[in-house]
């Protein structure tokens, strides 16, 4: 079987769905059952992912990136492969491509809160991603949250969807906890105005001024909309010395982070699952979440929980993960249950096994 792939997030700097496909290539590069399968990965640059290039086709279809090079160059270029099933890693595929598609859709955001996109983006991605599950064989999403969004915002049947979870990312491998002296907060994710980073920020302000050691550290890039200036919310708490933004780092810089820090904060109050806060648990490190559905899914009793926009409470969770050991432990105790269903082998033969049963 010939597997065709959307290979695009890889180039360039990996988050989100790149983490995702490079996770579930890395294990069909070593998995058995893979090996009977040809892939072939369709990238607009030469991907950088060390796979071995028998099995793991590369086909570089140039131009931008972006909804013209994924309906019209793809389908064009993949014509003369000779695939019998295409993966669509990152919610939507080519609507032409002449095969039959799987594609994963991992939260329904700009659906369910049209209000957080640009309106062209809000649009394209509404129509494309309709489009596309409307048109797939099957579709695989990340948890049960996702799959209930999916069939009651997009009509899409039970039985052609898959929840399927991922494993956790190169961040989450096992490091030493951070010290008991250490009052690192760590935020890591793309910023979007659902995931209250300007409130994360406010809320460690008091901890701040009361610990002049302690440091909040945000990884991400800035995608809100409406744009929010977090270097000014810095500024206006007179944050500048101890907290730092990034837009990215990689894996091993991320590794030293998750290893350091004491507390992690996510404070979403949308996603089809959370990795970033499984990756802080993995590492050891505590999370406070937004109680939601997804969270609790996600993350079980091995989180604290607060409301949206309760800064207080915020404030009053993240200073019991940095000075509170019985319930650190407590959570920390909790954490491999909630690690268990998130594991890279089990999600790539699940995954595989939609693609062989889509294929047939």
């Given at each position: 079987?010939?597997?065709g792939?959307?290979a695009?997030?890889?180039?360039g700097?990996a988050?989100g769905?790149?983490?995702?496909?490079d996770?579930l290539?890395?294990?069909w590069?070593a998995?058995e059952?893979?090996?009977?399968h040809e892939?072939?990965l369709?990238?607009?640059s030469?991907?950088p992912?060390?796979?071995d290039?028998?099995?793991?086709?590369?086909?570089?279809v140039?131009g931008?990136?972006g909804t013209?090079w994924?309906q019209l160059?793809v389908?064009?270029?993949a014509?003369?492969?000779?695939?019998?099933v295409?993966f669509?890693p990152?919610?939507t595929?080519?609507?032409a491509?002449?095969v039959?598609?799987?594609?994963?859709?991992?939260?329904?955001?700009f659906?369910?809160?049209?209000?957080?996109f640009?309106?062209?983006?809000?649009?394209r991605r509404?129509?494309?991603t309709?489009a596309?599950?409307?048109?797939a064989?099957?579709?695989?999403?990340?948890s049960?949250?996702?799959?209930?969004?999916l069939?009651?915002r997009?009509?899409?049947?039970?039985?052609?969807?898959?929840?399927?979870p991922?494993?956790i990312?190169?961040a989450?491998?096992a490091t030493p906890?951070?010290?008991a002296s250490s009052?690192?907060?760590?935020y890591?994710?793309?910023?979007?105005?659902?995931?209250h980073v300007?409130?994360?920020?406010?809320?460690?302000?008091?901890i701040?001024?009361r610990?002049?050691?302690?440091?909040?550290?945000?990884?991400g890039?800035n995608?809100?909309?409406?744009?929010?200036?977090?270097a000014?919310?810095i500024?206006?708490e007179?944050l500048?010395?101890?907290?730092r933004?990034?837009?990215?780092v990689?894996?091993?810089d991320l590794r030293?982070?998750?290893?350091?820090?004491?507390?992690?904060?996510?404070l979403s109050?949308?996603?089809?699952l959370g990795?970033t806060p499984l990756?802080?648990l993995?590492?050891?490190v505590p999370?406070?979440?937004?109680?939601?559905?997804?969270a609790?899914e996600?993350?079980?009793?091995?989180?604290?929980?607060?409301?949206?926009s309760d800064l207080?409470?915020?404030t009053a969770?993240l200073d019991?993960l940095?000075?509170?050991?019985a319930?650190r432990r407590?959570i920390?105790a909790?954490?491999?249950?909630a690690?268990?269903?998130?594991?890279w082998?089990?999600a790539a033969?699940a995954?595989l096994a939609?693609?062989?049963?889509?294929a047939?």
């Amino acid at each position: 079987m010939r597997i065709g792939i959307d290979a695009r997030e890889l180039c360039g700097r990996a988050t989100g769905v790149g983490r995702y496909l490079d996770g579930l290539l890395a294990q069909w590069s070593a998995s058995e059952r893979a090996r009977r399968h040809e892939f072939v990965l369709y990238t607009p640059s030469p991907s950088p992912a060390p796979l071995d290039g028998r099995r793991f086709a590369s086909r570089v279809v140039p131009g931008p990136p972006g909804t013209l090079w994924e309906q019209l160059r793809v389908p064009r270029a993949a014509a003369g492969d000779h695939l019998d099933v295409w993966f669509a890693p990152g919610y939507t595929a080519p609507l032409a491509i002449g095969v039959p598609t799987v594609v994963a859709v991992h939260d329904l955001s700009f659906v369910a809160h049209p209000e957080w996109f640009r309106l062209r983006e809000g649009i394209r991605r509404r129509w494309l991603t309709r489009a596309a599950a409307s048109r797939a064989a099957a579709i695989v999403t990340i948890s049960e949250f996702s799959k209930s969004e999916l069939m009651e915002r997009l009509h899409v049947p039970a039985e052609r969807i898959h929840v399927i979870p991922p494993g956790i990312g190169p961040a989450g491998s096992a490091t030493p906890q951070a010290p008991a002296s250490s009052l690192r907060v760590l935020y890591v994710g793309s910023i979007f105005n659902r995931r209250h980073v300007t409130d994360l920020i406010r809320a460690f302000a008091p901890i701040a001024r009361r610990h002049p050691d302690a440091s909040l550290d945000i990884v991400g890039d800035n995608r809100t909309h409406p744009y929010e200036d977090l270097a000014s919310t810095i500024a206006g708490e007179e944050l500048q010395t101890q907290v730092r933004l990034r837009s990215y780092v990689g894996d091993d810089d991320l590794r030293g982070l998750y290893a350091s820090a004491r507390a992690f904060a996510f404070l979403s109050e949308y996603e089809g699952l959370g990795l970033t806060p499984l990756e802080a648990l993995a590492a050891g490190v505590p999370p406070v979440l937004l109680d939601t559905p997804v969270a609790r899914e996600t993350c079980g009793d091995a989180a604290l929980f607060v409301r949206a926009s309760d800064l207080p409470a915020t404030t009053a969770a993240l200073d019991t993960l940095l000075f509170d050991d019985a319930v650190r432990r407590r959570i920390l105790a909790a954490a491999p249950a909630a690690l268990a269903r998130y594991d890279w082998a089990r999600a790539a033969d699940a995954t595989l096994a939609v693609l062989e049963s889509c294929a047939a």
